[in-house]
Every structure is written in C-alpha cells, then in structure tokens.
C-alpha cells in the first residue's frame, strides 16, 4: 500500500469547496485542504492557523535540535528527528519538507535516501544529512512565506 | 683372496672344523684335537679369526690359512699350505688376480707398511679389499699377512650417501627453477635456511640477505602481536603440517595474499626444521573479491530496481483504485457502473500481478523470510478466508469449509503467508469453477513433540487440470488456459509462489483429479509450532482479516451514524499530528476521544479501563514505548479492542509484522479521511 496515495475526494463536507489560492508545488493541495476543511468559518480559518503556526513553532524547534545533534554527530537522534517532522509536515502536506525529513531520517539509520541499503561510513551520512538540513531549511522557508502570506500575517 | 662364486651364507664357521690355520706339521695331530682347552694362540686364531687371512713366509708360500678364508673361497687346508700363494691364485682363479696381487705385496714390502687394494666388487652385493701386511724383522721380510677386508657395509653407507646427494641434488635443481613459489627450509627456530629463487622473486631477499633471519620478517604487524609466527610453528610441530592464508610483506614492504604450507621436516626421528612454501594468491583473491563486489552490486541494483518499480507502479495504480472506488459509490448508471466494474477488476488483477512479481522475485532470490513465532488459529484463518471470498464465488457455485475437531486452536506459524496460500488455492478454484461445489478441509495429519503438520485440502468441481499439464502445474509462469482469448487472467506465478512458500512453512503441495468428478483437488501441508501459552491468539487472528470491501454508498453517514458513543484513544506524540486527528475525529462525530503522548501512556490508558474502549488508533514511531511495543502489551493483558496502526512505513513486510504482533488494521500517514473511515466501518460496525 502506497503511503501517499492521493485524489480528490468526491465527498466535500457541507462546507463546500475551498477555493485556495496557488500554494505552489511544494505543498499538496488535496492534503492541506483536508486541514482547511476542518476550518468552521472560512474566513477565521482558526483551526488550521494554529495548527500552521504550531508547525512553524516546531519545525524551527525541531531544526535546531537537528543543528545540535549533527554537531554531536548524533546519527540515532537526527534520524529520530527526521521522523518526528516528518510525520508533521506530511499531515499538512508540505511535501517537499517531509520528503527531506525522510531522507534524514534514513541516513540516520545509515541507508541511503530511500532507505533500501546500507551505508556504513557514518562521515558520509552526516555529510549527506549536513547538506539535506542545509535544503529543508531552504524548502521551510519557502512554505513558511507562501502559508504566511496566505494567513495574512 | 674372495672368491668370486656366491659365498653360501649357510656356510657355519662354528662347524668347520679344519682346525685351520696351522703350520703343515701340525696337521695331523691337531685335526684331532678340536677341542679349544688345548689349543695354541695360533690355532685359535687360525680357526676363530672372522678376518678372511694368509700367513706367506718369504718365499710367498702359504704357512698359514684362517678358517674363514678356506671358507670365503671354498678351499681345502690341503689346497693351500705350502703352496705359492700366486700359483694358488692363477689355478683357482682367485679375485684379485695375480697382477694386482702383486701389486699389493709389492708395495707393501717396498713401503715396509700395510698397503691394500682399493676396493672391489666380490660375489653379489658383497665389496671387499685385499690388504697386505708386511712383516720384517730388522731388514729380513719374514712374512707377509694377507687379510681380506669385507667392506660391503661401509660401501652400502657410501652408497646411501651418494644416492641421497643425488637426491638432493635433483630436488635442488627442481626447486631452484620453480619462480611462482617461494620455497624455503626453516631451522628448527624459524630461521632461514634456504631460499629458491621463486622466494627471491616472491619476496624480493636476495638469498644473502634473508638466509639466517627469523622468518617472523614476512609477517605483518598484528600477526607478530598475535605471536602468530610462533603459533604457525607451535602448530607445525604438533600436526606435522600447518597451512595459512593471510597477508604477507614483501621487502619492499608491500603486501601480498599468500597460501602458506609449513611442514615439519624430521630426519632419523629428529626434528631438523621446517619447509615452507608460499604462493602468491593476490590476484587470486583480487579476482575473487571483485565477482563478490560485481555480485553484491548486481544483486543490490536488482534489489534497488525492483524496489522502484513496484512503488512507482502501485503507487499510482493504488490512486487510480482508490479513486474507482471513490467514484462507484457515487450514483452511477448500470452502464457506468459496468464498465467501473470491469476496471476495478482489472486493476486488482494488475495489482495482483505486480505482488506475485515481487514476491516471486524474492522467493527466487532466497530473501524471502518466514515468520515462526506468531500465534495463529489455522480454523478461524481458513474461516475467515473463505467468508472474504465468498462474495466472489459465481451464482450456482456453493464454497464450504469443513475443519477436522482435532486442529490446534492455536499454533506458531506465518499467518500471512498460510493465507497467501490458501487464498491463492481458493481463488484458483473459484475462478475455474463454473457451477458445482468448492470444498475447503483442513485437518491435522501428524502431530510431534513441537509441531503440528496441517493439510488443507481445497477440492472443486471445475475444468481440471489436463493430463499434459499435471506435470509442470507448479512450474512458474505456467497457465492452463493457453488460449487466444485467455478467458483466465494471470501471471501464471500464483502455484510456484504456493509451492516455495509451503516448502518454507516446512510442508509440501500437490495436485490430483477430482475423484469423483470433473475438477481439482489442490492440498498443501505446513508445519506449525505448539505453543503452551493460550492467551490471546485465538480471538485477535481472526481479526487479523482485513476483509476485501464491498464499499457502502456513503461511508461517511455512516461513520457519523456509528461514532456517537464510542469511545477512541488517540496515540501520537506530534501534537500537530494530534490536533488534525482530533479535529478530523470531531468532524467524523466522535465526541470521546482521549489522548496519550506515547505507547506507555497507551497501554497504561488501556489497561485501567480494559473494555472502555472501542478503537485505538496507534502511531508507530513514539517515544518511551512504539506503537508495536504498545499493541504487543494491550494484548498481553487480554485486551482485543481493535487497534489501528497509523505509519508512513507502509511497506508490505511493515504492515505484516505490525498485524502480526497485535495490530488489526493499518492507514497510512498522512492519514486520508477516506481511508479512515474505511477502518473505521472495518472495525466500528
């Protein structure tokens, strides 16, 4: 079974369609409208900007954490990390941000990036995690403006 | 003086008696006297002496003869005394004839001093020489003794010496010339005592720089750490022989793989050193390591590739089914609803066909591994099995299970793979048969100490198999139906995947006709290991069934009709996470749903209200105790409320061992609605 399956979903609750404005290829429409649906009114939006703006909070907590532990060489805790944001950032469908969190988790368990064999030289993986860092923070920045903008703040 | 007939060997110097060596006068009186109280010097010299002897006078006549040279020569006492000594040697032909006789008394005389010939060959393997002593009395010669020496003992010596020279000499030669091995002798301490020019050309020592150094030189550092040189001959001495591989160093200090043969070299039972022989197996091993490097890279790429494949194909194939099924619960027309029929078979054919690929592929490659220690209940497996595909058996055709009393409730076992087999055995069945009967028996057929060995036997009423293709029915892609329409769809993989995985499971698979009808009986056996422990298998396996969906209409009214009043516990430790789920179960009705942060707090929730519950739903990656950990306990304490795995690990063997050790259903992260709810009517209803 595919872990991102996706389609638009026929059933829209009663609310009706979101009309969203283009949030670029960097975050799945289908998965964060599902967030914006839970939204009671529209133009509130309140549930999902805490849920938003809870993300920001974690992610940069996250990505420090992240810094620490690569100085540490920390190679169990980066891919615990990785894990933990990428479970966040695919529930509101930043893909871009949660397939890099992937791939560090993966080096950290000392795979390569799809996490099918194994890379034993633990420089490499830190190298390779040290340079995904420096990209998902990059790819947060990005979402982080495109949402910003979209909240209006 | 030796003759050159055979010297009988039989001849006893004991017994004769010719009381020899004595003066002519004497003869008479003496020969018979034999007695040896009585006798002069002389006489017993004569008759003892082993020495072979004569006793000239001046004159070269015979005065004396010992008994052992009458002997040596086949003489009579009456032959000899008196007579010259080189008459004696012409008429009977003695060895050595008289020339070289009188050579050597010549020459004894002359230097006044023993003097013998060199020596010569006798009778047979006998050596022998004649020695002349000359015996003066101030210038007057008086007498000349001859003697005959036996040197046969010392030539065979010599003779020994000289074939071992020989011997060694030709070893030498062989040794030398050989250049692709190092041969070398060792000293009883390990130094070097020879060295061939294969070692010159091994080793880079020239023979004068290496010939008296400890052979420890050609080691590596942890070798001499490990004292391994000292071992090798510790080893030797032991054995006799002791053989190595590893690396060795050249003078240069470059290293190379060498075969090394250590023997222990004795002569006469006294240990004298070791011979060793190196050879050289660098490129040996280079071109060994490089078909292993060439054989994990092909294999990792096949790995790799397979991989990909499968995801990149499911993938979207799971999108496109998920959205059929999306689209026939909407209000379709019959011709639309057909034709969306046709589709969503198709695709889980394809589906099936891209599994079977993969799981072919890993059978064939021997990483296909088989669970042994989850419990699983055969009767309620097999039950649960039959009652998902009922739906698909055609109108006419009835599906029954009997299940023998004796089968274990519970057994360890592969619940996933027992089903793939059955399963696939089923489906087969209910494809093939038209109109009739498919009838399912399991039964136990042998029972041990540890194991049980159960048959499933699966008998239809359809099409057979033909004669002709009996024989390669469990062949891979093998099919029956050949024929331009296919009416039978099919990788043809489905029965070799069943015959590799009952060999894994430890049992075997078959075919025979119908016995009394038209159709197949297909049985596999498997072997399943007893547990002691009863807890909690039989209820969770057959929950274990995630049975194939027959969609309602509308899985969302009815989600909101069943969720009021159950009660949900949310485990997950991203509180992002946390929130959207929450919210989602809000919009889906549910007004109970508690929380815990992590799989401790799951379990602890769980166990103090064991049947307040209706559904957890558990993400796998959690601090202080995951998902599974969490399942494993709730089902340790005997809890069975449905469990629901929430992960974005959603590999086949992921999802299998989740259900295997206490989950009940699975939805991948992110978490789709859609999906949701169908857990939900899976296990809510």
Not at chain 2, 151 to 159: F, K, V, Y
């Amino acid at each position: 079974m595919p872990d991102s399956t996706r389609r638009e979903a026929e059933d829209r609750s009663e609310e009706g369609s979101v009309s969203l404005p283009d949030l670029g290829d960097s975050i799945d429409a289908v998965t964060f409208e599902q967030i914006l649906e839970m939204d009671d009114e529209e133009d509130e939006r309140e549930f999902s900007r805490s849920i938003v703006f809870g993300f920001f909070e974690q992610a940069e907590q996250t990505f420090k954490k992240m810094d620490d532990a690569l100085k540490e060489g920390d190679l169990a805790t980066l891919s615990s990390l990785g894990h933990f944001l990428k479970g966040s950032s695919a529930t509101l469908g930043l893909t871009k941000v949660k397939d890099s969190c992937e791939k560090i988790q993966h080096y950290g368990q000392k795979k390569d990036e799809e996490g099918t064999i194994d890379e034993p030289d633990e420089a490499k993986c830190l190298e390779r995690i040290k340079e995904t860092l420096v990209a998902v923070k990059e790819e947060y920045a990005e979402v982080e403006k495109v949402l910003k903008k979209f909240y209006g703040s | 003086m030796f003759a050159s007939t055979p010297l009988d060997s039989t001849f006893d110097i004991q017994n004769f008696t010719a009381h020899n060596m004595m003066t002519s006068g004497e003869v008479a009186s003496n020969s018979t006297n034999p007695g040896s109280g009585s006798r002069s010097i002389d006489e017993a010299f004569a008759a003892f002496t082993p020495i072979p002897s004569v006793l000239l006078d001046a004159a070269f006549r015979i005065i004396q003869v010992s008994a052992s040279f009458l002997a040596l020569n086949h003489l009579t006492l009456d032959e000899c005394l008196g007579s010259n000594v080189y008459d004696l040697v012409r008429s009977r032909t003695l060895v050595p004839g008289p020339t070289a006789l009188r050579l050597v008394v010549d020459s004894a005389i002359a230097a006044r001093n023993v003097y013998a010939t060199s020596e010569q060959q006798a009778t047979g393997r006998c050596h022998a020489n004649l020695r002349a002593v000359p015996i003066f009395e101030g210038n007057e010669l008086l007498y000349v003794l001859l003697e005959v020496q036996d040197t046969t003992a010392e030539h065979e010596s010599r003779c020994a010496v000289n074939d071992q020279l020989d011997r060694n000499d030709t070893y030498r030669v062989l040794v030398d010339t050989v250049k692709d091995y190092a041969i070398f002798m060792l000293d009883t301490q390990g130094n070097v005592r020879t060295w061939n020019s294969g070692a010159q050309l091994l080793k880079g020592y020239k023979p004068e720089e290496i010939i008296g150094k400890h052979f420890s030189v050609f080691y590596g550092e942890d070798d001499i750490i490990f004292e391994k040189p000292r071992k090798e001959l510790e080893i030797c001495l032991r054995d006799g022989k002791v053989e190595d591989e590893g690396w060795r160093y050249k003078k240069d200090g470059s290293k190379f793989w060498a075969n090394v043969t250590i023997t222990c070299v004795t002569r006469n039972g006294v240990h004298i050193g070791f011979s060793k022989v190196t050879r050289d197996l660098t490129e040996r091993k280079a071109a060994e390591s490089q078909v292993v490097a060439a054989y994990e890279e092909s294999a990792k790429l096949k790995s790799a590739f397979l991989a990909n494949t499968s995801h990149e194909i499911r993938t979207p194939l799971h999108g496109m089914l998920s959205a059929l099924t999306l689209l026939m619960d909407t209000s379709l027309t019959p011709e639309q609803r057909e034709l969306g029929t046709m589709m969503e078979e198709s695709g889980s054919i394809l589906l099936q066909v891209i599994n079977d690929i993969l799981d072919y592929s890993k059978l064939s490659s021997g990483i296909f591994s088989i669970s042994s220690d989850t419990a699983v209940s055969i009767p309620n497996l097999i039950t649960s099995i039959v009652r998902s595909i009922q739906t698909t058996v055609k109108p006419g055709v009835s599906l029954a299970t009997s299940l023998d009393l004796n089968l274990p409730t519970t057994a360890f076992g592969d619940p996933l793979r027992y089903r793939q087999v059955v399963q696939n055995l089923i489906t087969n069945a209910v494809k093939f048969t038209e109109s009739g009967s498919i009838d399912v028996h399991a039964s136990l057929v042998e029972e041990d100490e540890t194991s049980f060995t159960i048959r499933t036997e699966i008998t239809d009423t359809g099409i057979g198999i033909e004669d002709i293709a009996i024989g390669s029915l469990f062949n891979p892609f093998t099919q029956f139906d050949t024929s331009a329409t296919k009416r039978y769809k099919g990788t043809g993989l489905g029965l070799s995947i069943c015959k590799s995985l009952a060999e894994l499971m430890g049992g075997a698979i078959g075919f025979h006709p119908n016995p009394k009808e038209q159709g197949s009986v297909f049985w596999f056996t498997a072997k399943l290991g007893k547990i002691n422990t009863l807890n909690r298998v039989d209820r969770l396996s057959a929950k274990f069934e995630a049975s194939v969906l027959s969609p309602a209409p509308d899985s969302l009214e009815l989600v909101r009709e069943l969720a009021p009043g159950k009660r949900v516990l949310l485990a997950e430790d991203n509180f992002i996470n946390q929130k959207v789920m929450l919210m989602m179960l809000k919009g889906l009705g549910f007004a109970n749903v508690d929380i815990a942060m992590n799989g401790a707090e799951a379990v602890d929730r769980a166990k103090r209200k064991p049947l307040f519950y209706d559904l957890i739903l558990m993400d796998i990656s959690m601090p202080v105790l995951d998902g599974v950990g969490a399942a494993i306990q709730i089902r340790e304490a005997g809890i069975d409320v449905p469990i629901i795995a929430m992960t974005a690990n959603a590999l086949k063997e992921d999802v299998a061992s989740y259900l295997a050790q206490g989950m009940n259903d699975y939805v991948p992260k992110p978490v789709d609605r859609q999906i949701l709810l169908k857990a939900f009517l899976r296990w809510l209803r």
